[in-house]
Structures are given as C-alpha cells and as structure tokens.
C-alpha cells in the first residue's frame, strides 16, 4: 500500500502533467509596436520572452544574439519579445519610456519591447534573474526556460537556437 | 555586502562593500533610501574599462554626521555567474 501511495505521490513530479500554459501578459506601454502585442494574438507562432533591463550589462551584452534570432527566425514564425523589468525604484530611471527607447536605438532591437514597471509579468513568470528567457511553443504552452547571459556563436546561443528550430518545426 | 562609514579625501563617506567574488553594477549605482524620503546614490569609485561594474567598493558623501538609517539597493552579479541579481538590505549606521 505505502509503495502505491508514493508511486501516486511520484507522478506529478516526475513531469508528466506535460508543459504549462505560458501566463498571458497585460503590459499597457510598448515600444517598436503600434498595439501591444498579446500571447492570444500569436496563436501558430513561437515566441521568445527576454526578460531584461538597459542597465544590466549581462542583459545588453546578450542583445546581439538576440537580434540575430529575431533577424533569422522572426520570417519564419519565430516573435521575440523583450520585457523590460527595472531593478530598481523610479529614480534611477529604469523606468523612463525614453530611457528605453534610447537602449532600443543604441543596441538596434527592432523586436516589440513591453515596459513591466509594476513587475507584474516578471511575478507572474516567477523569473529571478535578468537576463532571463521563456521560450513559447506555438499552442501557448512553456516548453524551455533559461537565465545569463550568452553570446553569438557560442555553446548557450547554439542550444537556443536548436530549441527554437524543434518548436517552429513542429 | 555592507555599508560601511569612511573617509575620503579629508571626507566622511559611506561605501557599499561587496561580498567576496561579487561585482556591483555601476550602470545602476548602489542607492540608500533614507528614512525621511532622501535618496543617496553611491556613484563614485572606480569603474571597469567597460563601466559595468564598480572596480572598487562605490561611495556617497556622508549627508550628515548623525545616523543613517533606511534600505539599501544594489545591482549585482556573482563572478561565477552570468546574470544580475538586485537586492535591498536594511541599514542602520551610527
């Protein structure tokens, strides 16, 4: 009998309820978009979420491979989404539209980027770090996370891209 | 990581010491906000060559002479590690 009780106990944990839904956002201020941009709308698309901030160096050092995905993947079903986190209060300017703006211009992101001043995304992905990444199959469900920082070319950028290569092959 | 009381420059400061094989993010200066409603930004020290990180623990003129209470907020990353980390820690200095 303990033996079944503990098997049944086992099951959830061994992570056969399959990937969770991704949580919807409801961020109000966008950049690069004219309409923000939301999870019900990209229904048949991957997306990957970066987590991220200008004054984190980890984050911004990450960009360039980021702009490579949006570039190679974007026509081919891939939607990349920064979701701009401050770390700290309003008075360091984290929060500042045009402060956003100018890190967007400065490091060429072309991709639609949500501002999350209240956080309010962030909690409800339960993310930690930045920079951090969700990436999104196309039924909506969460198929891979990740955190820190990566560059082109190498070994964490190279597993990134086979991931998003399985999901939009599906 | 800490606030600690100094001198600089013939100057009482406070300086934000980092744990060991810590770097404090220089893009995001270390900030106390006060009791009160003030905030001191820890701005000054040494930078590295890429001004990311504070190459030396950063510092503020000390505001007063009296105690220094409220939160302290800092941006940092662990060398072992690839990413930031942001905490607030209370302080309380004499």
Sequence with gaps: MRAILSALVCIPLLGLSGPRPAPQW?????????????LDQLGGRVVLLNFWVFTCGNCT?????????????????????????????????????????????????AYPNAQDNDRRTWSR???????????????????????????????????????????LAE | MRLVAGSHGGRAILAALPAADVRINARVAPAIELRGGSVLRLTQGRMTSDSAYFAEPPWAVRPQNGRIRGLMRISYCRTDEALCRAVALPVDLR
């Design chain 1, 26 to 38: 409801d961020n109000a201020t966008w950049l690069n978009t004219d309409a923000p941009v939301r």
């Design chain 1, 61 to 109: 050092r990450t960009v360039p491979s980021l702009v490579e995905f949006d570039r190679e993947y974007r026509p081919r079903g891939l939607t990349l989404i920064g979701i701009h986190t401050p770390e700290f209060p309003p008075y360091a300017g984290e929060h500042d539209k045009a402060n956003v703006a100018q890190a967007l211009e400065r490091y060429d992101i």
């Design chain 1, 125 to 167: 992905y339960g993310i930690r770090y930045w920079p951090s990444f969700v990436l999104i199959d196309k039924r909506g469900r969460i198929r891979y996370e990740g955190v820190g920082e990566f560059h082109v070319g190498d070994a964490t950028h190279r597993k990134w891209e086979r991931r998003i290569e399985a999901l």
